[in-house]
């Protein structure tokens, strides 16, 4: 079994001290396998913010994978905008684009969707699925296989369209090396969704968990959250813990359960 914790939109810069030392002691109590971030690490692309974001990060002392979002490309700095998007990102998370775990029990890729001509938006192509699919076999076809995003490739309707950009095209490829999970932010909403429900592909349904922001002072109608995913093939919990102001708490909230049938994750229970 091996438990994955999935924080995203920390965006420091505009954090809640409260929630920050309260997260660290919950996760590092719950002893997670690999920390998963996905994206929006910053409000403003800012060493300070980038600085304080890996410090805050170190004090977990897990595995992680973190993938930028579209608030860690610089907005204000035109020239560092267009010709060198991610040099802060860098400097402190790593120059590999696709950071890759590997246990033999899961397999984790993480894909930049953040992109300088958009302030907002973000987008996937086919070199980037193609490089994913190649890593993913790279780790035999036993391990759970699991894509970490910032946008998001599913999505309830009152957030509007914010779904990655080519979502189908990525999914179509997905679906040819078996992805599994894909754990996405953005949304500053927590949510499981089974993609069958958006992407007729046959014979395939991955899971599409979102996670809310973790630690900002962005809420859009959520509390901060943050999700802890069991997984024991073939079947995967994913527990969303929320906070609780008045206890000064993150606790679980909710528990959705999956089972994998014929290639395609499922509520157990459901006819494949």
């Known amino acids: 079994m091996r438990k994955i914790a999935h924080l995203s939109d ?9 929630v920050l030392p309260v997260l660290v002691e919950t996760i590092k109590a719950a002893k997670p396998d690999v920390v998963v971030v ?13 600085a304080e974001a890996r410090a805050w990060l170190d004090t977990l002392p897990f595995p992680r994978i973190v993938v930028p979002g579209n608030h860690d490309v610089p907005l204000h700095n035109v020239f560092m905008r267009f ?19 590997s246990d033999g029990e899961i397999a984790i890729v993480g894909v930049n969707t953040a992109r300088s001509f958009t302030f907002k938006d973000g987008r996937i192509n086919p070199e980037q ?5 190649q890593r993913l076999h790279s780790a035999g076809d036993d391990a759970v296989r699991i894509i970490v995003t910032h946008h998001p490739f599913e999505q309830a309707e009152e957030h509007g369209d914010d779904l990655v950009g080519r979502a189908p095209m990525a999914m179509t490829g997905f679906a040819g090396c078996h992805v599994d999970l894909i754990l996405s932010g953005h949304l500053h909403a927590g949510g499981t969704h089974v993609s069958e429900m958006r992407y007729d592909i046959d014979g395939y349904a991955a899971l599409l968990i979102q996670a809310g922001t973790a630690t900002s002072v962005r809420h ?12 024991e093939r073939p079947e995967i919990d994913v527990e969303h813990w929320t906070w609780n102001a008045d206890k000064v708490e993150f606790a679980v ?16 229970g459901k006819p494949a």
């Open 10 to 18: 920390l965006h420091f810069g505009r954090t809640d001290p409260a």
């Open 38 to 50: 996905s994206g929006d690490l910053t409000q403003r692309a800012t060493d300070r913010e980038f």
């Open 83 to 101: 010709l060198q998007p991610l040099k802060r990102y860098r400097k402190y998370f790593g120059i590999d684009p696709t950071p890759f775990h």
């Open 129 to 133: 699925v193609e490089a994913t699919c």
């Open 220 to 231: 859009r109608g959520e509390p901060n959250s943050f999700n802890m995913i069991h997984v």
């Open 253 to 268: 909230t909710a528990t959705d359960r999956f089972r994998k049938t014929a290639g395609q994750w499922r509520t157990p």
